[in-house]
């Protein structure tokens, strides 16, 4: 079974556009992340949600809307899409916020959105 | 201002033939250094969590290892699927911060 899924995989659509990624973990965690990577592959968190209160909101235009139904989903909408929105976009999981011991953060296989 | 340095940004090695990637980061407030594995087209698979100076922890050919300023993850007698981008994070208050990672290719 996969930890952490995320849909779609693979996402082309226009500019202007607004879509949405969905996410899900099964490893009972109680925090939730999204992550983009960029065309350099460089990693850098979005938002992050625990028991689906938002406790991370980097500086991310507010195009991009987290939304976290339960502690086991955190989708992301995101509308009028632009050219430079094109990124690969990760979810992630952890048991707890980073910053104790032995708590890990598990990814999703990510989620290629290419705008054109 | 939080900050992890890779180096080397790339490194081939031949099969066998035993190599170090290096990360450097900033201390203050530091609540783990991870590694993190990624193959292309893939998310980053967890590969070890170092908390404290000196420690150090092994996975097969993997090696990691902490200091007060750097990590290092030793790669003893590569195969060619070892080849992939290493990430290393610094763990930050409820956040991993990256680097840029160093892309491993091991030619048979």
């Known amino acids: 079974d996969t930890a952490v899924s995320q849909t779609p995989k693979y996402l082309v659509t226009q500019m202007g556009n607004d879509k949405s990624i969905k996410c899900e973990q099964n490893l009972g965690h109680d925090t939730m992340y999204w992550y983009k990577q960029d065309s350099k592959k460089f990693l850098k968190i979005m938002f992050s949600y625990n028991n689906k209160e938002l406790i991370i909101n980097e500086t991310v235009p507010n195009r991009f809307s987290p939304k976290s139904p339960d502690k086991a989903h955190l989708n992301l909408h995101i509308n009028s899409l632009e050219l430079g929105d094109s990124a690969v976009y990760f979810c992630?999981?952890?048991?707890?916020?980073?910053?104790?011991?032995?708590?890990?953060?598990?990814f999703g296989e990510g989620s290629w959105l290419t705008v054109v | 201002e939080d900050q992890v340095t890779q180096s080397p940004e790339a490194l081939r090695l031949q099969e066998g033939e035993s190599s170090s990637l290096n990360c450097s980061y900033t201390v203050s407030g530091l609540r783990g250094l991870f590694w993190y594995r990624q193959d292309p087209g893939k998310g980053p698979e967890f590969l070890f969590t170092?908390?404290?100076a000196g420690e150090e922890k092994e996975k097969e050919r993997l090696k990691a290892t902490l200091t007060k300023k750097e990590s290092f993850l030793h790669i003893t007698a590569p195969k060619p699927e070892d080849s992939a981008t290493y990430l290393c994070?610094?763990?930050?208050?409820?956040?991993?911060?990256f680097g840029k990672g160093t892309k491993l290719s091991v030619k048979p």
């Open positions: 992630a999981s952890s048991r707890r916020t980073i910053g104790g011991v032995g708590n890990t953060i598990y």
């Open positions: 994070a610094r763990g930050s208050q409820g956040n991993l911060i």
């Open positions: 170092l908390y404290s």
